[in-house]
């Protein structure tokens, strides 16, 4: 089945904003016993504070396995953009405060409270990582993989994020990737390459233009 780009949009939204089940960790774990140590959660919640600035490329992947690429940018505290390839009329980004997708076809905007996303952790700097994040076996030394989630916030959904040990990122390591599933048992994953940090991000790059008031436009 061939998922039409803005539909595998807004299944990625729905796992980011939807309550979430467990996610997938990207690598398989090995045997508990036998697992080499990575970072520790404080290594963890470091590197993901070091992060001030963030560009990076990405590839969004449904569950049937279906992908589309863009370029996130990341701005802490808080704020994200997500631009998808010029064949796809939307946009994502979120201002600290909530992620709003804008389709510029249909011109409607949706809004979701950051704190409500799995992405909160990645965000919303009142969400603890070290509270609510346990680490995942990876049986790689090199791979760290942490799993958040508020238990008494289920609404708030779960995400898991893989770090790499990488001298030159913030805090000696890169965010590589990220899962989330929602509640309909809808997995997206986001994997990053081509990382760069610490470059001067306006904030207006978290704004976007309402289609609804200015007519359609490409994002």
Known sequence: ??????????????????VATPATVLLAPATPALAAP???MDQVVAALRAISTMRADFVQTDRAGQSMSGV????????IRFQYEKSVPVLIVGDGKALTMIDYE??????????????????DPSRDVSRYG???????????SVEVHDPKRPEYGRITLVFVKNP??????????????????????????????????????FTYKDPRATGRRTP
């Open 1 to 18: 089945m061939i998922i039409a780009p803005k539909k595998l949009i807004r299944w990625g939204l729905a796992a980011m904003a939807a």
């Open 38 to 40: 990575g970072a520790d």
């Open 72 to 79: 996130l940018t990341l701005k802490r505290p808080g704020k």
């Open 106 to 123: 249909v011109r409607q905007v949706q809004r979701w409270p950051i704190k409500n996303s799995p992405l909160g952790a990645l965000l």
């Open 134 to 144: 346990k680490l995942i076996p990876t049986g790689n030394p090199g791979v760290s």
């Open 168 to 205: 030159a990122a913030p805090g000696g390591m890169e965010l590589a990737s990220w899962v989330a599933l929602d509640s309909q048992n809808k997995r997206t994953t986001i994997r990053l390459s081509n990382q760069r940090y610490g470059m001067a991000v306006p904030d207006s790059t």
